[in-house]
């Protein structure tokens, strides 16, 4: 299985990238994962936060084919803790899936044909972080979860 993680903008923050890409570099231990980054979208003065998502929603659904499992980023989605996050990534490696996809959308989150393509939607926190940090976190999450999947000390019980 591959996991990709789908995002919004670049992050910019040399810190959070020098974490993002350590954390990057511990997943290729236990699995194929890739991030893929859209650019941002210019929001002009005829571009409402509706027309912002549905643009952003087309450049998300090309990077995914039609076989792919898609999990959206979302403030609505099921909160899960650490141990029941890697659960959840092991039913999803059993499964026999080829590729999971995790999305994290823009400013003003995601357009009805995104929503509608999405398998389920996971949430990090009931609070709201920048898009940047929520990558950090994500990743480091999973992983968090091989850790814990493959019983080594990083996760402290």
């Known amino acids: ?12 923050d040399k810190n959070l990238i020098q974490l993002i890409q350590a954390y990057e570099k511990r997943l290729t231990h236990y699995i ?5 980054t859209i650019p ?3 929001k002009g003065k005829n571009m409402n936060d509706e027309i ?3 643009r952003e929603g087309e450049l ?3 990077h995914i084919a039609p076989g792919d499992d898609v999990i959206l980023l979302d403030e609505k989605g099921k909160s899960f803790t650490s141990e029941s996050f890697a659960d959840f990534i ?10 999971l996809i995790f999305v994290i ?3 003003y989150g995601f357009s009805p044909e995104v929503y509608k393509r999405a398998t389920d939607k996971l949430s990090l926190s009931a609070m709201t972080f920048s898009h940047q940090m929520v990558r950090l976190f994500f990743i480091e999450q999973l992983y968090r979860s091989f850790t814990i999947l493959n019983n080594e000390p990083y996760h402290h019980r």
Not at 32 to 36: A, Q, Y
Not at 90 to 99: A, E, V
Request: net charge positive; glycine share 10%.
């Open 1 to 12: 299985m591959k996991i990709q993680l789908i995002t919004i903008g670049k992050t910019d």
């Open 32 to 36: 194929s994962f890739e991030i893929i």
């Open 40 to 42: 941002d979208i210019k």
């Open 52 to 54: 912002q998502k549905k």
């Open 60 to 62: 998300i659904l090309k």
């Open 90 to 99: 092991q039913k999803k490696m059993n499964s026999g899936l080829k590729n």
């Open 105 to 107: 959308g823009g400013p």
